[in-house]
């Protein structure tokens, strides 16, 4: 089973961007699909990004669009998430999970298909 590793995570002013690195080991990221999540104080761990298996799309949460954007360095393996123009409200601990199936909207939304998680990074957007 992979192990994941984020870091990357830290204080930022809102406007400002963070680049959250997800770094695996015990396996090859190439057959995985990668899903980053995140979870506010008191609210329920939601999903911002799922690569999808069956396509080169990517879901996006609607609170995202436009803003996060991901990237993989297979040699690393390793995956990204860019995040840019961020807001006070992206404020949370940063996860990146993987699974072999599905991916996409039914990983972010349902957990659907994650095999493993990071411990997390905290993102913290001052105003």
């Known amino acids: 089973q992979v192990q994941l590793v984020e870091s990357g995570g830290g204080l930022v002013q809102s406007g400002g961007s963070l680049r959250l690195s997800c770094a695996a080991s015990?396996?090859?990221?190439?057959?995985?699909?990668i899903g980053w999540f995140r979870q506010a104080p008191g609210k329920v761990r939601e999903g911002v990004l799922c690569?999808?298996?069956?396509?080169?799309?990517?879901y996006y949460a609607d609170s995202v669009k436009g803003r996060f954007t991901r990237s993989r360095d297979n040699a690393k393996n390793t995956v990204y998430l860019q995040m840019d123009s961020l807001k006070p409200e992206d404020t949370a601990v940063y996860y990146c999970?993987?699974?072999?199936?599905?991916?996409?909207?039914?990983?972010?939304?349902?957990?659907?298909?994650?095999?493993?998680w990071g411990k997390g990074t905290l993102v913290t957007v001052s105003s």
């Open positions: 015990g396996s090859t990221l190439d057959d995985y699909v």
């Open positions: 999970a993987a699974g072999k199936i599905t991916g996409g909207q039914a990983m972010c939304n349902l957990y659907y298909g994650v095999e493993s």
């Open positions: 690569e999808s298996s069956f396509s080169e799309d990517t």
